[in-house]
């Protein structure tokens, strides 16, 4: 991934591997299909951080999977775009971490990663694909959980709210500090009618 979100539950380090080879995922996929797997999820990290995406998504097409992808829209270029503008996929769930840049990298620790995120969720809209943004509210957002819905709905784009922090595949419950109290969540739901 190439965001460093605060509450990530990815123990690994994103910046280095190892990392399957496109041959390797390309067997994977042919043999998720041969099993009669139907629908199929790419994500990551973050999937456009692979050069090889347009292959793999290509192939998994090919095999005819209903494919989903899973992304925080900040490294998707026009050429993804018109990839998914002509073969579009079954979803793409965009993660929106703030509704301005302050309370957008403050989770994600990264300068400049919410005018890359807007800019990405436009190519995506503008591409036609049915897409929903999903905010994971945490501490770090509570406040401002309005915010975000209301960002979305000026943009006409749907969106879904979720208040589950996991720990770290690795067992590490460093996120669990994240969480927002079970009191809070209520307050929110009935706040925003969920």
């Known amino acids: 991934c190439n965001l460093r979100c605060h509450f990530c539950y990815v123990a690994l380090d994103p910046y280095r591997g190892p990392y399957l080879s496109t041959a390797e995922v390309e067997r994977i996929l042919e043999m998720l299909a041969d099993a009669g ?6 994500t990551g990290g973050e999937i456009f ?3 090889d995406f347009a292959e793999i998504y290509g192939r998994a097409k090919e095999l005819g999977f209903m494919v989903t992808l899973y992304t925080n ?3 998707v270029t026009e050429r993804h775009a018109r990839l998914l503008a002509e073969d579009p996929p079954h979803s793409v769930e965009v993660s929106i971490y703030g509704a301005d840049a302050e309370h957008y990298e403050g989770t994600t620790g990264i300068p400049g990663s919410f005018a890359r995120f807007e800019r990405g969720v436009s190519l995506l809209q503008r591409s036609g694909v049915n897409m929903v943004l999903k905010h994971p509210a945490s501490s770090l957002t509570a406040d401002h959980v309005p915010a975000v819905r209301d960002w979305c709905a000026a943009r006409g784009l749907p969106h879904k709210f979720s208040f589950e922090i996991e ?3 690795s067992g590490g419950q460093e996120p669990s500090v994240y ?4 009191r809070q969540v ?9």
């Not at 209520?186 to 969920?194: I, P, S, V």
């Open 37 to 42: 797997v139907l629908w199929l999820t790419l």
């Open 49 to 51: 951080t692979r050069r």
């Open 73 to 75: 829209a900040t490294m």
């Open 167 to 169: 720990n770290r595949h």
């Open 179 to 182: 969480r927002i109290q079970p």
């Open 186 to 194: 209520k307050a929110l739901r009935d706040e925003l009618r969920m």
